[in-house]
């Protein structure tokens, strides 16, 4: 069984500090993998993709990702009340279509 | 241009009660994808569909039926509900290799089944 771990959290930070949240996968094989937010009773959505070892950067959200240690994490700079959501790691089967999802982690962001 | 549209936002089944779910995508999306969410689980995969035409089993498929009617909508269907299936259900849309699959998500049905 393939599977996509997450701390569930709650991780509470302090308004303008950085948030880190990590995820680690079991499919060594996977080469695709995203970060999506959802807010209380809300669908998620995409926040960024990432495919290559190293760093993506896209506004406030960069996405790390280290293949040979099977680690993905999403930091965001100066976190607002806004973004306090439940964060899902999500990995692509390298098998079919599917997509394998963590269990997310909720994040408390307080002003 | 409405993205995912799910029907209906909500539903209360009594046990043994058959429902369908409605699923629509505007966006040309070849596949498409019915999750289940409960609580600490995070979503898990009932069935897809990869193409119009075909349809795959996911992680949690008993219990569940699915029809991809056309390229646009894909349903799913509970054909004697239980307790265990009370959920949230999303379904989902992608275009495989474009932004390396990036899945849209309708809003969700809110599921009881007493």
């Known amino acids: 069984q393939k599977e996509v771990e997450q701390n569930s959290g709650p991780l509470s930070v302090p308004e303008g500090a950085i948030a880190s949240l990590n995820c680690t996968y079991s499919?060594?094989?996977?080469?695709?993998f995203f970060w999506y937010r959802q807010y209380s009773g809300k669908s998620p959505e995409l926040i960024m993709f990432i495919y290559s070892n190293g760093d993506k950067e896209d506004g406030r959200f960069t996405a790390q990702l280290n293949k040979a240690s099977q680690y993905v994490s999403l930091l965001i700079r100066d976190s607002q009340p806004s973004d306090s959501a439940t964060y899902l790691c999500a990995v692509r089967d390298t098998g079919g279509f599917k997509t394998i999802f963590g269990a997310g982690t909720r994040l408390f962001v307080k002003a | 241009n409405a993205g995912v549209t799910q029907t209906p936002k909500f539903q209360v089944l009594k046990t043994g009660q058959s429902m369908t779910l409605q699923c629509a995508q505007d966006m040309n999306h070849n596949s498409m994808y019915w999750y289940r969410q409960d609580p600490g689980m995070g979503l898990r995969l009932i069935y897809y569909?990869?193409?119009?035409?075909?349809?795959d089993k996911g992680e949690v498929p008993n219990g569940y039926n699915v029809s991809r009617l056309n390229k646009r909508e894909f349903s799913l269907r509970l054909e004697s509900a239980a307790p265990s299936q009370t959920s949230v259900y999303f379904c989902a849309s992608s275009e495989p290799g474009h932004n390396t699959d990036t899945q849209y998500f309708g809003p969700g049905t809110r599921l009881t089944v007493l």
């Open positions: 499919d060594r094989g996977s080469q695709s």
């Open positions: 569909s990869a193409s119009e035409g075909t349809t």
